[in-house]
């Protein structure tokens, strides 16, 4: 009876929704803090639940057996089973690579695993990154995974909370891109090895908790991250960079104080944009598909304050304009992907959370 | 400072911890900038230090308030049970109360809100302004014969 009266608030909104461009429909609930989503060839996804499950969509009906076989890890404050990607031979393969938080409250940190899907079990499994200085806050764990061209693998690891001056010191992962090869081992092109006191397998640092992380057709690296109370920012990657939190930021701390008076320094990257007051952006995604015309090469960014997805029209590596979008829906929208037959899917932010999937109101 | 009305010995006790506590967490923030090789101008460093004294106001200042009070009231009912000098017991509660508010909001909500106190040596420092306010409040209090 729940389900059903669920069902039919839904509908009433999409009778909202439909009169734009577009119609969002459930494609499942019930989903305790999905996080992100993977599609797979044969037309099933994936989707991660931040308490700890696996959970495989097919024929969009939502399984009620979890993918087994996860590892052991650590579930509390913004902790727990984060993104998902395919390898890019997937096909070949069955491989992929899933971010969760390890260790305890006391001592956790940010860890990275490959493995085979086979059916519905998780084999051959390898750790293949972990943050190397544990914490004692369950927040700010980045998590966000994607692939460079060359099959190199991107991390975003956040600062922790209470750790943000290492954001700034190369010698832990604190706040840092991290870029490794797919078995773990250590690219011979980072822009750091061979630099004395830092850690090999940085990318880039100076971040705060990078939540949105993007490789878009053109190769461009997109990495978006949560600010304080304000300055939430999409950067531009380049190897090496500094991107300068917390000595250079748009945002006041929680606390009413400055993190920095300065929002610019020499050596320090500045934003793309940033968002100030706060959207707490989260899910990243770059629409190639052919369903929305009018949404081709744009960006989409959900958003968990402003509850909202923001569209990003770019032109020559800057944001044109932006649209605030399904703000109808009223929910925090932690992951915002484009399947491969061009619709958008949408994941809710909530104990009882939904994966969605957008659609043109007219075929 | 027998005009001085008990209430306000607390008020005072608290607008002195919060004026020390403003101005060490924005200098320990400062430091660190420092630390990542900018330059902090005089004048940048007074600009930051009444922004903070401003922007801190509504929580730091309703922090302090709790924890003194709940602090105090300890203070004068181990003072009544057990004994001892007044003035140990507040100075006690002064030092005491701030970390041991700040570690009970990290135990709930995971993290630290008032950056200043991440540190050991930042905590201490918080912990010696609570000192201060105590002392401030076991002053005015002894002036009045309470």
Redesign the interface.
């Known amino acids: 009876m729940k389900h059903l009266l669920k069902v039919f608030l839904l509908c009433l909104l999409l009778g909202t929704a439909s009169a734009g461009e577009y119609k969002i429909e459930l494609v499942a609930d019930g989903l305790s803090y999905p996080w992100a989503i993977a599609f797979l060839p044969d037309g099933d996804m994936l989707v991660t639940e931040r308490s700890g499950q696996l959970r495989r969509i097919s024929n969009g009906k939502l399984q009620q057996q979890a993918i087994g076989n996860l590892p052991d890890m650590f579930v509390?404050?913004q902790g727990g089973l984060m993104d998902i990607i395919l390898d890019p031979d997937f096909a070949l393969n069955q491989r992929l690579y899933i971010s969760l938080s390890t260790g305890t409250?006391s001592a956790n940190s940010t860890r990275v695993i490959s493995a085979r899907l086979i059916e519905n079990t998780l084999k051959d499994i390898n750790i293949i990154f972990t943050a190397s200085t544990s914490k004692d806050?369950?927040?700010h764990f980045g998590g966000r995974l994607a692939f460079l061209p060359d099959q190199t693998l991107l991390i975003t690891v956040g600062e922790g909370?209470?750790?943000?001056?290492k954001a700034?010191s190369l010698d832990n992962h604190f706040g840092k891109l991290i870029r490794i090869n797919k078995d773990g081992t250590i690219p011979s092109d980072n822009p750091f090895i061979g630099r004395e006191g830092a850690l090999p397998e940085i990318w880039s640092y100076g971040h705060r908790n990078p939540q949105g992380l993007l490789v878009s057709a053109d190769g461009t690296v997109w990495l978006h991250e949560h600010g304080p109370r304000g300055g939430d920012e999409l950067n531009i990657i380049e190897p090496g960079n500094n991107y300068g939190w917390?000595?250079i930021s748009f945002g006041?701390?929680?606390?009413?104080?400055?993190?920095?008076?300065?929002t610019e320094?020499p050596g320090m990257q500045q934003p793309v944009i940033h968002w100030t007051p706060s959207i707490a952006p989260s899910g990243f995604c770059e629409y190639t598909g052919a369903v929305f015309e009018n949404w081709k090469g744009n960006l989409f960014v959900a958003t968990l304050a402003e509850k909202s997805v923001r569209r990003l029209v770019m032109q020559g590596g800057k944001v044109a304009s932006q649209e605030i979008l399904f703000t109808e829906l009223d929910q925090r929208i932690r992951e915002v992907r484009a399947s491969a037959d061009g619709y958008l899917y949408l994941l809710t932010d909530s104990e009882d959370g939904q994966l969605l999937r957008v659609s043109p109101s007219v075929n | 400072m027998k005009f001085i009305p008990p209430f306000m010995h607390f008020m005072f006790a608290v607008l002195t911890t919060y004026l020390l506590a403003s101005m060490v967490g924005t200098q320990l923030v400062l430091a660190d900038i420092l630390s990542f090789g900018l330059r902090v101008s005089l004048r940048d460093r007074l600009l930051a230090t009444v922004h903070d004294l401003v922007g801190l106001m509504p929580a730091l200042f309703l922090l302090i308030t709790g924890a003194f009070l709940v602090a105090f009231v300890v203070a004068a009912l181990c003072r009544r049970f057990l004994g001892g000098k007044q003035d140990w017991w507040y100075l006690a509660a002064g030092f005491t109360s701030l970390p041991a508010a700040l570690m009970l909001i990290k135990y709930f909500m995971g993290a630290t809100l008032f950056a200043a106190a991440r540190t050991s040596f930042g905590m201490l420092l918080i912990a010696l302004c609570g000192l201060a306010g105590g002392w401030v409040y076991t002053r005015l209090s002894q002036n009045r014969g309470v």
Do not use: L
């Open positions: 509390g404050g409250k806050t369950p927040h909370f209470d750790y943000r001056e700034q917390p000595a006041m701390d929680y606390s009413g104080a400055y993190v920095t008076p300065y320094a």
